[in-house]
């Protein structure tokens, strides 16, 4: 194993992180330091952009278009029309859309049913969901898939768009995914976030023996579009369900900050030789120069859902992303240029 690995790690955060990202994979291809990634994980929102960078990094126009189509369709109007097809419209009322039905949305526009056993090895692509009863990280590779606790296998037949689709199936919309293991445990997956909004756990060094696919990353990077939580959110005691999706955000903040303490704890600790952050609602100044607080209250409350993102909105995204990203590289990085 390579002692100068670079990983990558996608945070959550619907179409907005997708748009976001989009800008640092492009600073990065511009920068030409985009073909030294080794390892990406992603979640969520940023697991389709992992996949798709998995699959398409040696092409960048492909790439482009694929993220661009994304972009500019969203997933939730197709979505609503496979289910408003099939007659399945209100299943959400009910028990929540089953993720399968977002992994053929997938495999229409971006994937063509790819086995994960058959992406590319290079870069190695890590795909995180919340695994419900043991409380954990599972995770979804080429080689192996699995959690510390539940162990580790390999699906097969397992598409590359229901590994995507079940990192980010939010609860509030879908129903929890549930698979069997060859070993016979049932696992309970839902959207990644629920443990780890960064996707930054699969990337952390010093783990036990027990932990699967533990990376040896000499740089790691992580890019955070996962952020508005409580801070923006109204109208807490109009129904139940903002009280529950209040209380989800409550606990994904402090979830976030917790990482973000054990990142640098062990970036100071010599354990991850070379860390950068490229954090879209960063408030350090010089993250915040020549930017007006109209443009980054606009960004950083622009919401977490899977709609389009066009126009003036997707520029402004990649923007914020393309000059955090060159200001990360520069005084954090500068190695890889």
Request: aromatic share 12%; glycine share 8%; with cysteine.
């Amino acid at each position: 194993m390579s002692e100068k690995k670079v990983g990558l790690a996608l945070s959550g955060g619907g179409s907005r992180a997708i748009a976001f990202h989009y800008g640092v994979l492009e600073t990065f291809h511009e920068l030409g330091i985009d073909k030294k990634i080794n390892v990406i994980s992603g979640i969520s929102g940023g697991a389709v952009v992992a996949a798709l960078w998995n699959l398409f990094s040696k092409d960048w126009n492909l790439f482009s278009q694929k993220m661009e189509w994304v972009l500019a369709n969203g997933l939730e109007k197709p979505l609503g029309r496979r289910l408003l097809a099939l007659n399945r419209i209100f299943d959400f009322l009910k028990l929540g859309i089953n993720p399968e039905h977002l992994a053929v949305i997938f495999d229409e526009h971006l994937f063509n049913g790819i086995k994960l056993a058959d992406i590319p090895s290079e870069p190695f692509l890590i795909l995180n969901a919340a695994e419900l009863k043991e409380g954990v990280n599972f995770k979804f590779s080429k080689t192996t898939c699995g959690s510390y606790k539940d162990g580790g296998c390999q699906f097969a037949n397992l598409r590359l768009s229901q590994a995507v689709a079940y990192s980010a199936s939010f609860t509030a919309f879908f129903s929890v995914k549930k698979m069997m293991m060859p070993n016979g445990k049932a696992v309970f997956l839902t959207d990644g976030g629920a443990y780890d909004c960064l996707g930054a756990n699969a990337l952390m060094p010093g783990k036990g023996a027990a932990s699967l696919l533990a990376q040896n990353c000499e740089s790691l990077i992580f890019s955070d579009a996962s952020y508005p939580f409580q801070k923006n959110k109204k109208n807490l005691d109009f129904s139940i369900f903002n009280g529950l999706y209040g209380a989800y955000l409550t606990s994904s903040n402090r979830n976030r900050s917790l990482i973000y303490q054990q990142l640098f704890s062990l970036h100071q600790q010599g354990l991850i030789p070379h860390l950068g952050v490229i954090k879209m609602d960063s408030s350090h100044p010089d993250h915040t120069q020549g930017w007006n607080q109209e443009e980054l209250d606009f960004i950083n409350k622009y919401k977490t859902d899977f709609k389009p993102v066009t126009g003036e909105h997707k520029d402004l995204l990649k923007k914020r992303a393309k000059l955090m990203t060159e200001f990360t590289i520069k005084t954090y990085l500068e190695h890889l240029l």
